[in-house]
């Protein structure tokens, strides 16, 4: 308990990273309550994100307090903006809507921190994960290179180029918080998932609740707090596996940047924040969605048709072929152009396939029962979900809301249960992969289970409709055991605290290259296995790698130096490949991660070096031995 009420100033840190510079731009566009909570992340994410791209083209130096110069300007553009527009001022809630969403926001945040917060077991565990190794480096590289442009993240795994897109808005936020709490590079990259996770998420379901079903009572609110922290959908499974915390960041942004979308199109039951001031929001959350994960964006575009299809249709039986033709023609053309700007980045993410390994019929309960991934069946969660669904398709205000929803289900079961054309198609640019779109589909999935505790408690007998409502809610959480937190935390623990196996590295292993800064001077290069861990002496001690992931693009000299150091540590031409690269230390240790995976027969050169010529064992500890390369004075 401790150690997490220490980490509690820089999850107060990661707060105010997430939701202070946007919070500024949306309250000088107008916007207050609920809708400005909400809307300052996806606008937080996009000047931190956008703040890094412009740093590295200028080339200044990164800053998380850079931030505050494009906070200031945009916050002055956003007033003009709202002035020459005259964006009408937010009408202020009454007083028990701001509580209750004060109550309901408190509500989701605990529930998702504690769930989460219990699996992870420690504030700065480790997540045993493959993604885990780059993005835990990518954050260190960023703090050392003073660059955390998305343009140049990709460095990490292409050292060769020297630069290479990666979306690093996550990573920034992350660098933000490790910068000005002077926390570890784990405990910020936890903390700044649990804030995602447990503040943004919460916030914008609510915002997307209120703008799709009106305004709500106080129990509703509380509903959707509750119900937001249900899901094992999201955010529990991709905080397990992956780890994906760039995709965690912007599935938790995109309720409000929907929200928005409703707003802009005139499409919200009660708007909250306006359609003028939503096509503002909409436009300058765009850039932090996109930055967070593009697959972010993709996920909005399907909900987005779902929100436009059926107006589109009307039009366009009233409009004829004559109107509807050349722009949909237009439309056309601009999707192409759109398409093919980023054919380079799809054409490189539909390469992944992951196989199927269930039946579509299979994929297809799962979806029904809120299962996703074999997960255990939510039958409470499940008959809110579809209770929602039957009312809002009897609606042609919300009728959008179960299309988007069914269709999100599909992208699902295709990539769940199909390895066939269409499904590889379709899926491609979230790679394939059922966690991906299984998270989506709470993006729809919590709303709906909201207004099925609505539609369930109008046709309770007897009481008050608030009573009625927190007496659904209340049956919905006993019969799911807890809204079945209990996996959740269980799930988030397989790779935090793995049982047995597949461990990166375990306690003793940390301890020792966390402590490598006493042996290897700073800018000293260290080489190893990434597959034995000692890629993350990178993480943990600051001290560059070779090989910094498990997986990239990397330099000849070092692909040299991975087949050949063991053998001839004395060899001329490994000394000037060694020198090149700044190597002045190898890092031996047993494989202890995927030890079945044929890629590591790439770093057999840098394994077993006992004994070896022209190699000093300097120290020990945990499974790891360090030499440095006296052969090569």
């Given at each position: 308990?401790?150690?997490?009420?220490?980490?509690?100033?820089?999850?107060?840190?990661?707060?105010?990273?997430?939701?202070?510079?946007?919070?500024?731009?949306?309250?000088?566009?107008?916007?207050?309550?609920?809708?400005?909570?909400?809307?300052?992340?996806?606008?937080?994410?996009?000047?931190?994100?956008?703040?890094?791209?412009?740093?590295?083209?200028?080339?200044?130096?990164?800053?998380?307090?850079?931030?505050?110069?494009?906070?200031?300007?945009?916050a002055?553009?956003?007033?003009r903006?709202?002035?020459?527009?005259?964006?009408?001022?937010a009408?202020?809630?009454?007083?028990?809507a701001?509580?209750?969403?004060?109550?309901?926001?408190?509500?989701?945040?605990?529930?998702?921190?504690?769930?989460?917060?219990r699996?992870m077991?420690?504030?700065?565990?480790?997540?045993?994960?493959?993604?885990?190794?780059?993005?835990?480096?990518?954050?260190?590289w960023?703090?050392?290179?003073?660059?955390?442009?998305?343009l140049?993240?990709?460095?990490?795994?292409?050292?060769?180029?020297?630069?290479?897109?990666?979306?690093?808005?996550?990573?920034?936020?992350?660098a933000?918080?490790?910068?000005?709490?002077?926390?570890?590079?784990?405990?910020?990259?936890?903390?700044?998932?649990?804030?995602?996770?447990?503040?943004?998420?919460?916030?914008?379901?609510?915002?997307?609740?209120?703008?799709?079903?009106?305004?709500?009572?106080?129990?509703?609110?509380?509903?959707g707090?509750?119900?937001?922290?249900?899901?094992?959908?999201?955010?529990?499974?991709?905080?397990?596996?992956?780890v994906l915390?760039?995709?965690?960041?912007?599935?938790?942004?995109?309720?409000?940047?929907?929200a928005?979308?409703?707003?802009?199109?005139?499409?919200?039951?009660d708007?909250?924040?306006?359609?003028?001031?939503?096509?503002?929001?909409?436009?300058?959350?765009?850039?932090?969605?996109?930055?967070?994960?593009?697959?972010?964006?993709?996920?909005?575009?399907?909900?987005?048709?779902?929100?436009?299809?059926?107006?589109?249709i009307?039009w366009?039986?009233?409009?004829?072929?004559?109107?509807?033709?050349?722009?949909?023609?237009?439309?056309?053309?601009?999707?192409?152009?759109?398409?093919?700007?980023g054919?380079?980045?799809?054409?490189?993410?539909n390469?992944?396939?992951?196989?199927?390994?269930?039946?579509?019929?299979?994929?297809?309960?799962?979806?029904?029962?809120?299962a996703?991934?074999?997960?255990?069946?939510?039958?409470?969660?499940s008959?809110l979900?579809?209770?929602?669904?039957?009312?809002?398709?009897?609606?042609?205000?919300?009728?959008?809301?179960?299309?988007?929803?069914?269709?999100?289900a599909?992208?699902?079961?295709?990539?769940?249960?199909?390895?066939?054309?269409?499904?590889?198609?379709?899926?491609?640019?979230w790679?394939n992969?059922?966690?991906?779109?299984?998270?989506?589909?709470?993006?729809?999935?919590?709303?709906?289970?909201?207004?099925?505790?609505l539609?369930?408690?109008?046709r309770?007998?007897?009481?008050?409709?608030?009573?009625?409502?927190?007496?659904v809610?209340?049956?919905?959480?006993?019969?799911s055991?807890?809204?079945?937190?209990?996996?959740?935390?269980?799930?988030?623990?397989?790779?935090?605290?793995?049982?047995?196996?597949?461990?990166?590295?375990?306690?003793a292993?940390?301890?020792?290259?966390?402590?490598?800064?006493?042996?290897?001077?700073?800018?000293?290069?260290?080489?190893?296995?990434?597959w034995?861990?000692?890629?993350?002496?990178?993480?943990?001690?600051?001290?560059?790698?070779?090989?910094a992931?498990?997986?990239?693009?990397?330099?000849?000299?070092g692909?040299?130096?991975?087949k050949?150091?063991?053998?001839?540590?004395?060899?001329?031409?490994?000394?000037?490949?060694?020198?090149?690269?700044?190597?002045?230390?190898?890092l031996?240790?047993?494989?202890?991660?995927?030890?079945?995976?044929?890629?590591?027969?790439?770093?057999?050169g840098?394994?077993?070096?006992?004994?070896?010529?022209?190699l000093?064992?300097?120290a020990?500890?945990?499974?790891?031995?360090?030499?440095?390369?006296?052969?090569?004075?």
């Amino acid at each position: 308990m401790s150690a997490w009420l220490n980490a509690l100033p820089a999850l107060a840190i990661a707060a105010v990273v997430l939701f202070g510079p946007g919070a500024l731009v949306g309250r000088t566009l107008g916007i207050r309550g609920l809708a400005l909570w909400a809307m300052s992340a996806p606008l937080s994410v996009s000047l931190v994100a956008l703040t890094a791209v412009f740093a590295a083209a200028v080339g200044v130096p990164w800053s998380p307090l850079l931030v505050l110069v494009p906070t200031g300007v945009a916050a002055l553009v956003a007033w003009r903006v709202a002035s020459y527009l005259r964006v009408p001022t937010a009408v202020r809630s009454p007083w028990y809507a701001s509580w209750a969403s004060a109550v309901a926001l408190a509500v989701g945040a605990l529930l998702v921190l504690l769930v989460a917060g219990r699996g992870m077991g420690s504030p700065d565990a480790l997540s045993h994960t493959f993604d885990a190794v780059f993005h835990l480096n990518a954050v260190r590289w960023g703090l050392d290179h003073q660059d955390l442009s998305s343009l140049h993240l990709g460095a990490v795994t292409h050292p060769v180029s020297g630069t290479g897109f990666y979306p690093a808005a996550w990573h920034a936020v992350a660098a933000s918080v490790a910068s000005l709490s002077g926390a570890s590079v784990p405990l910020a990259a936890n903390v700044t998932a649990l804030a995602v996770a447990g503040l943004v998420w919460p916030a914008g379901i609510l915002l997307l609740v209120r703008q799709v079903a009106g305004r709500l009572g106080p129990v509703a609110l509380v509903a959707g707090g509750v119900l937001s922290a249900g899901f094992l959908a999201f955010p529990y499974l991709l905080l397990s596996f992956g780890v994906l915390w760039p995709y965690v960041l912007a599935t938790a942004l995109l309720p409000a940047c929907i929200a928005a979308a409703l707003s802009a199109s005139r499409a919200a039951a009660d708007d909250e924040i306006g359609q003028r001031a939503g096509v503002v929001l909409l436009v300058l959350s765009l850039p932090g969605l996109a930055l967070a994960h593009p697959a972010g964006i993709l996920t909005l575009f399907v909900v987005l048709l779902a929100v436009a299809g059926p107006p589109l249709i009307r039009w366009a039986r009233r409009a004829g072929p004559r109107r509807v033709l050349p722009i949909a023609l237009a439309a056309g053309i601009v999707l192409a152009a759109g398409l093919a700007a980023g054919w380079s980045q799809l054409d490189r993410v539909n390469q992944f396939d992951w196989r199927a390994g269930e039946t579509l019929a299979q994929a297809a309960g799962e979806v029904l029962l809120n299962a996703p991934t074999r997960g255990p069946a939510a039958w409470a969660l499940s008959l809110l979900v579809v209770a929602g669904m039957v009312v809002t398709a009897q609606s042609a205000r919300m009728a959008w809301l179960p299309i988007a929803h069914l269709a999100l289900a599909l992208l699902y079961i295709l990539a769940s249960g199909s390895d066939g054309w269409w499904a590889q198609t379709l899926t491609g640019p979230w790679y394939n992969d059922a966690f991906r779109l299984s998270a989506a589909t709470a993006v729809t999935g919590v709303p709906l289970a909201v207004l099925g505790v609505l539609a369930l408690a109008k046709r309770l007998p007897g009481g008050g409709l608030h009573l009625r409502q927190l007496v659904v809610l209340l049956a919905a959480v006993a019969l799911s055991g807890g809204l079945q937190h209990t996996n959740h935390t269980q799930r988030v623990a397989l790779t935090y605290r793995p049982a047995g196996g597949d461990t990166y590295l375990s306690g003793a292993d940390r301890v020792f290259l966390e402590g490598l800064g006493q042996w290897v001077k700073p800018g000293q290069v260290v080489i190893g296995s990434p597959w034995n861990g000692s890629a993350l002496v990178y993480a943990l001690a600051d001290r560059p790698v070779v090989f910094a992931h498990l997986s990239g693009a990397w330099s000849g000299d070092g692909l040299f130096l991975a087949k050949s150091l063991a053998g001839a540590p004395r060899d001329p031409a490994v000394c000037a490949a060694a020198h090149r690269l700044g190597v002045r230390y190898a890092l031996d240790g047993p494989r202890s991660f995927w030890a079945l995976d044929p890629r590591q027969g790439a770093f057999e050169g840098v394994v077993n070096l006992s004994g070896r010529p022209g190699l000093t064992q300097i120290a020990q500890g945990g499974r790891f031995t360090l030499y440095r390369l006296d052969g090569c004075a």
